[in-house]
């Protein structure tokens, strides 16, 4: 997988996420879920190497991912919704504690969908921030109000740590090769749809099949 060469381009991850909905906005393709989260990890990277802890477990999950869908049973992997139907179905799932099944696609895909959560509520307040926001601030905020909850001490306080390494929102905004700031600001508003739209579909889908606890 090639996370780190190729330059971030903010549009290419919009483009990804955009795509990863079919059937009538009702599924998400896994391939395009995944290449969302490859535009965004080659971002991250490009942030230094204080984020190396939060790219490799970024990394390790979309290759497990990715492994499945290049697996016997690649097809069930297609959209999460086959995933779960198929996992669910044959048993493939830890559902209260973890057993034989550690690395599931249903639990690993649920960790990926809580930090969706993290990325949405960010998206949305470095859209709304104004020149004189700290993005570490922005950033730390949409942490604490998400993925926080899952995360035990230690993590939460290494990343809160990490958060104030952050660029300033210039900076920040430079990276995302968009353009001016107000291009920044429209693609974000343009962005933020379809990210949401990924999120409540896939809450639903695990919410229906009780997934949302998954060990
Ligand atoms: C459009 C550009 C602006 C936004 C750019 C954002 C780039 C973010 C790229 C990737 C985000 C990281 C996704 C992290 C997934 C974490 C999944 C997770 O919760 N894993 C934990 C639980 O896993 P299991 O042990 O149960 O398998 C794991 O313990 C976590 C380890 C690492 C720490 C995760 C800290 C998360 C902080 C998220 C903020 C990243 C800051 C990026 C700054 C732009």
Redesign the pocket.
Known sequence: MSTTEEKFS?GE?LVSFKSCLVDDDKDVLVEHYLNG?KG??R??NG?GTI?S???K??VS?IQIMENYLKGENGERYRTLQSMVEYEVGSSLVDLTKRGNHPESGCRTIL??H??LR??QL??EK?RTSTEDSKTSTL?AEA?NDS?AN??PWL?RKT?NV??LA?PVRNTFFEV?NVGTTQQVVDMLGEAMPYVSKVYDVTQELYSQHNLLELP
């Open positions: 903010l991850v989260w965004l990890v971002f991250m942030l984020f802890f939060v790219s477990d970024a999950k960790r990926l809580r930090a993290w990325l960010f998206l470095l950033c942490y993925l899952y995360h993590i990343a990490a958060f952050l995302m």
